[in-house]
């Protein structure tokens, strides 16, 4: 079964940085873009970040474009969100999501993990 485990969340104050994680099992992790969306309390999923299979490939939402940052390492199956400067309109459940397909670049209909909650507040 495919499985996408995120951890690290938590709070965080304005300014100061966090690591998300996501642990994948259960597919060739390697053949899959793999993407980060969020959803904040009483808004619907954002698209915040992307990264090809090979990690050759990174695209981010203009919202966290220059903060934040993906990477992958496919010997251990993990993906991660690198969060510089957050804002307080960074807080949200993060989510980690793998592609649809196989070297297809669709995630909205990719199986998720369950999410890790960020907030930024002071």
């Known amino acids: 079964d495919v499985q996408l485990v995120e951890s690290g969340g938590g709070l965080v104050q304005p300014g100061g940085s966090l690591r998300l994680s996501c642990a994948a099992s259960?597919?060739?992790?390697?053949?899959?873009?793999m993407f980060w969306v969020r959803q904040a309390p009483g808004k619907g999923l954002e698209w915040i970040s992307t990264?090809?299979?090979?990690?050759?490939?990174?695209k981010y939402a203009d919202s966290v474009k220059a903060r934040f940052t993906i990477s992958r390492d496919n010997a251990k199956n993990m993906v991660y969100l690198q969060m510089n400067s957050p804002k307080t309109e960074d807080t949200a459940m993060y989510y980690c999501?793998?592609?649809?397909?196989?070297?297809?670049?669709?995630w909205g209909r990719g199986p998720r993990g369950q999410g890790t909650e960020v907030t930024v507040s002071s």
């Open positions: 999501v793998r592609a649809e397909s196989e070297y297809g670049t669709n």
């Open positions: 259960g597919f060739i992790f390697s053949a899959y873009w």
């Open positions: 990264i090809s299979y090979s990690g050759g490939s990174v």
